[in-house]
């Protein structure tokens, strides 16, 4: 058993994180966020998304984030879209690319996106038909890989069917999420490896919430079979909007710190991104969840400590 060299973190939190939040985040901050997260060396944004504003009002301000963001070159981009119509406007906002997401059981399904999943999967291949020849990729997500908190457990059987459905179709980007956080390592290893052995050659993420504090164990257990990139939120922002009780995803921070402690490199800034949470900390009132903005890493309290000593 070998761990990764690299995680790639991919930062949702204003995407995921932001959609729960009921005060509206300023635009001029939201683009802030965006720039000090690239800034820190995350090289993937889950940006915005591209939604109804009536089902997600926070998002409203999609196209202007977009047109705003101070691009560095290698960094993608990229926003949730749930329809032709999300394509439409992020193929004219620039967004390098899209993720569409398509939900385990038909109750979750209908409350996020109003349609059947048969419904989504027609959709996706319209996306799929809709950017030939455009320079954008198109990601598919598969929410609630891990159980619904409508329908109960949800089968590994019916996720490996998904990722096939998906990957018949041509996705070749895979993102396996637990939404409301169900997940448990024997259950992320278990899933991961099917996957991994019967999908070669298809990019797989995780997408972690830690609505039962295993969101760091489980992408450990992801990353022992083999998984490499995983979602993260600065702070451990976010929620779920469909179900009250849902935590956000791992923190950003979080998720650098374990990382770094166990040598394996990620090229984020982890007190870049303590400095960003922290001044959404301070723009919501309130703590955020992620321990390492709380306690700081190991390398941050031993340098507080010789200088105590000086
Ligand atoms: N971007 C912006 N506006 C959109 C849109 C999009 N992708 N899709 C639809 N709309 C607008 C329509 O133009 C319409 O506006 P109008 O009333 O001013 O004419 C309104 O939203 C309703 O459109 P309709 O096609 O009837 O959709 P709906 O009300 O059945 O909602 C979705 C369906 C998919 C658009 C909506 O449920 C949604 O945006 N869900 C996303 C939820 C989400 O972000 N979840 C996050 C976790 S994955
Ligand atoms: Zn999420």
Redesign the pocket.
Known sequence: MTWPDRVTIVEVGP??GF?VELEFIPTELKIDVVDAVARAGVSKIETS????????PQ?AD?TEVFASIHRRPGTRYTA??????????ALGAGADGVRL?V?TTETYNRK????TVDESFEVCRQILRRVEGESIAVEA?I?LAFGCPFEGPVSEDRVAEMAHRFTDMGIDELSIAD?VGLGNPTMISSTMTRLLSELPGIAFSMHLHDTRGLGLVNAVAAMRVGIDTFDASIGGLGG???FPNGAGNIATEDLANLCEEMGIDTGVDIAAIQAVSTRMQDFLDRKLPSRVLLAGTPGQLYAKIRKEAE
């Not at 949730?80 to 406007?89: A, I, Q, Y």
Request: proline share 9%; hydrophobic share 50%; charged share 15%.
């Open positions: 995407r995921d959609q998304s591209f939604v109804s504003p009536r089902a997600v998002m999609a949730l879209v749930p329809n032709l119509k999300g394509v439409e406007l997401v939900t996020n996106v109003g349609m997500v929410a939404s779920c909007p469909v």
